[in-house]
């Protein structure tokens, strides 16, 4: 299973791959128990595409609970440090919601942005992934945040 999503006029594509997908849905807050949880997306980059290879977290020491998901920063800098030997390069943040079809929160889209402006990278914008309770791909909010407004992205599901 792997998700494509057209970048604008462009022809780069952005790609969720398998493994990432199949990390996040695991997640999914099926129960009315279950906390929310999230982490970070690496990404290849190999010609035209973005390919979402990884999904990390949840890790000891994020602070979650029904309707929040604080990851614990010295984590974050750890897996950014180790993958990017690996040529896997940081591009944004997944996080479960207990809704159906999610929608971003307020401060999600305030902290995705600040994490772009105030970081060190070459992207044009980070990316926000948000897991919800109906199956994939319907369950799943795909953005870009960058200087801009938010872009919201469609993709082209395939098995
Ligand atoms: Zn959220």
């Not at 971003?104 to 902290?111: E, H, K, L, Q, W």
Request: hydrophobic fraction near 40%.
């Amino acid at each position: 299973m792997s998700i494509e999503y057209s970048l604008g006029k462009s022809e780069q594509k952005l790609v969720l791959a398998d493994a990432a997908l199949s990390h996040m849905k695991r997640r999914q807050q099926r129960r009315w128990w279950q906390r929310e949880a999230g982490g970070q997306l690496f990404a290849r980059f190999l010609d035209a595409q973005i390919i979402v290879e990884e999904a990390t977290g949840p890790r000891f020491g994020d602070k979650r609970s029904r309707v929040s998901y604080i990851p614990y920063p010295a984590a974050e800098q750890r897996e950014i440090d180790k993958r990017f030997k690996l040529g896997l390069h940081y591009v944004g943040d997944w996080h479960t919601h207990p809704e159906q079809v999610p929608t971003p929160s307020g401060s999600d889209i305030v902290s995705i942005r600040n994490c772009f402006v105030m970081s060190r990278h070459d992207l044009d914008a980070f990316l926000l992934v948000i897991v919800g309770l109906a199956p994939l791909p319907g369950g799943l909010h795909v953005s870009l945040h960058g200087g801009k407004a938010p872009i919201i992205l469609q993709g082209t599901y395939s098995l």
